[in-house]
């Protein structure tokens, strides 16, 4: 009677194992797929001012859109949403600023970014909450961009993101 009780649980966890290992790799290559996914975007063209009101208004823009929320409030160290002792993987906000371990964007890459929450490449960012601006005007996008441009360089590298 034991024998067939260890058999018949050794079945179970033996099915167990194999369903997990099985939803992992579904996810897996969900996420996977959806991470290099290229789109197709067409990018407008705006006009970054340069003058200190428009400054003002980026830089309220960047507050109560949460730019600074997860990029820290020097845009360079953000906020580590996972690190190394989850097991989900490490994803940090990335440095915005033009240090060392930070970016190198144009006028389009900015707009790339903030409408679409795409990199250079076109592939998603990880986390880039591109709803909370894609809608703001183009005033509004060409202040928070001419805002973001000035913003001291600060030498940060964040960790590498894993999933």
Known sequence: MLQKILKWLGIFLGSVAVLLTIFYA???FQTESRINKVYDVSLQTLTIPDDPTSYILGKHIADIRGCHGCHGANLAKGEVFFDKKTPTGVLAASNIT???????????????ALRHGLGKDNKPLWFMPSHEIYHISNQEMGALIGYLKKQPSVDHTAPAKSL
């Open 98 to 112: 033009s240090g060392k371990g930070g970016i190198s964007y144009t006028d389009q890459d900015w707009i790339r």
């Open 26 to 28: 579904v996810v897996y």
